[in-house]
């Protein structure tokens, strides 16, 4: 069948398409390169003419027209599931607003709470069969789009085609509207810098625990990134790839011949994730490329799914620790900083794996605004939002080591994650566990 006819009753300008919104609405962008550039800026066109329209996306990088056209927030009121550096901003601003989750919930949360009046998303060309990929937007869009009253998209000719288990598409007799014109590259700029002697110490920490064979989860941050590409340069051999994202650290995994996917006991010789964000070298490398898989993170992320992989190894990082274990990845006191994402269901996924292993690493100190020096390990939390319950902490890494926290008492906790908190401040910490009463060391 020829659907070129419905294509063409169906296009229209993006002016005409978004005419569809009304104040009051619940519109969503879908998430990440997916992100509707034209759409959006039409909408903020209208800004004028409507009020209360609630938008929702998902580690957009930006800008946002309906936002930077409405501080006030008056007309648009935008949320995300998860913080991008550019939402992030936007939070620190009032200009965003978080809603709180863990990635393999999103698609229920739709199915059996949310309304969607209006879904707007980039997918690629159609193809012959009346097609649309939903790119790397995949993880989460399908179940959106079913969800909608009124689908448009908006056709990005950059984005790479990727190959999926099911929901990776969408067919034009479930379209609403199609929106065409020129789009900038979809490039989204990585961790290029070279890595710190703490990420390096870090990542030969933790490389002696992995087992040639192993099948890889690593996080959304630089570190995560950067123990990627450090693996690359070591002796493993055989890894395969189950993750929420697919970065170029996988690139680089695999053009060092150490991602092969051959020993994986869950879909065997391909490489599964969510979503994909990168460079042009890495959307190349996923286009139509038999040996990558895309599937909503629904399946992905979820644990009976993650378990099913032997020797599974989940890297997340966080922004601190606190000596009862309790691991926080998304807040920085009240500011938030990005959120709970996938790090939850990889932390409970590995380590019900045979062999797994699920490790939360981050350098013992950081540097505040004001030039002082902080440890990442500290006492106890006050206000800082906890992602991963000290019931569920396992693995924690810094450049001072590793130390496994299953089944510690809160005194061994303290002692083991004071070990491995900097010198500088392990006196102070056991003074503070001391006053908690979590310290019986002479």
């Not at 599964?272 to 895309?294: E, F, K």
Request: with cysteine.
């Amino acid at each position: 069948m020829n659907y070129s006819e419905e294509y063409k009753r169906k296009l229209r300008t993006p002016q005409e398409a978004v005419q569809v919104v009304k104040s009051g609405d619940w519109i969503d962008y879908t998430a990440n390169i997916c992100f509707p550039y034209l759409l959006d800026k039409a909408l903020a066109e209208r800004k004028e003419e409507l009020y209360d329209v609630k938008v929702r996306g998902s580690l957009l990088f930006g800008p946002l027209e309906i936002v930077e056209c409405d501080p006030e927030r008056r007309h648009f009121i935008y949320n995300t599931w998860h913080c991008s550096d550019y939402e992030r901003k936007l939070c620190d601003k009032g200009l965003c607003n978080y809603i709180p989750m863990i990635f393999r919930n999103v698609i229920p949360y739709y199915r059996h709470f949310l309304t969607v009046n209006v879904a707007m998303m980039c997918v690629t060309p159609m193809d012959k069969h009346g097609y649309f990929n939903l790119s790397g937007g995949a993880g989460v869009a399908k179940g959106i789009l079913d969800k909608a009253d009124i689908v448009i998209l908006e056709v990005n000719e950059n984005l790479p085609w990727i190959n999926g288990g099911f929901d990776e598409c969408i067919h034009i007799s479930d379209v609403d509207y199609i929106v065409e014109g020129e789009h900038k590259d979809v490039v989204i700029p990585g961790h290029g810098d070279m890595p710190t002697e703490q990420e390096r110490q870090i990542a030969n920490n933790i490389i002696p625990y992995i087992p040639s064979g192993a099948t890889l989860q690593l996080g959304i941050g630089s570190l995560p990134d950067t123990l990627g590409k450090l693996m690359a340069q070591s002796d493993l051999k055989d890894l395969g790839m189950h993750t929420e994202l697919c970065s170029d650290a996988y690139l680089r995994l695999f053009e060092a011949g150490v991602l092969t996917n051959k020993k994986k006991t869950l879909h065997r010789g391909k490489g599964l994730t969510g979503m994909v964000i990168g460079s042009r070298q890495l959307y190349d490398w996923v286009d139509h490329n038999s040996g990558v898989m895309i599937a909503p993170l629904e399946y992905v992320n979820a644990t009976e799914t993650i378990a099913k992989n032997d020797n599974m190894i989940s890297i997340n990082n966080c922004i601190a620790v606190d000596l009862y274990g309790q691991i926080c990845a998304e807040s920085a006191g009240l500011r938030h900083i990005s959120g709970t994402g996938g790090q939850l269901d990889y932390v409970t996924g590995a380590a019900m794996s045979a062999g797994g292993k699920a490790f939360i690493c981050m350098t013992s100190t950081y540097t505040d605004h004001s030039g002082a020096v902080r440890s990442r390990i500290v006492p106890h939390f006050s206000g800082d939002i906890v992602t991963d319950p000290r019931s569920q902490s396992y693995l924690v890494c810094t450049e001072y080591g590793v130390v496994n926290l299953v089944g510690r008492t809160t005194w061994e906790r303290a002692e083991l994650l004071i070990s491995i908190a900097h010198p500088d401040f392990r006196d102070g910490l056991i003074r503070e566990a001391e006053k908690q009463k979590i310290w019986i060391k002479e």
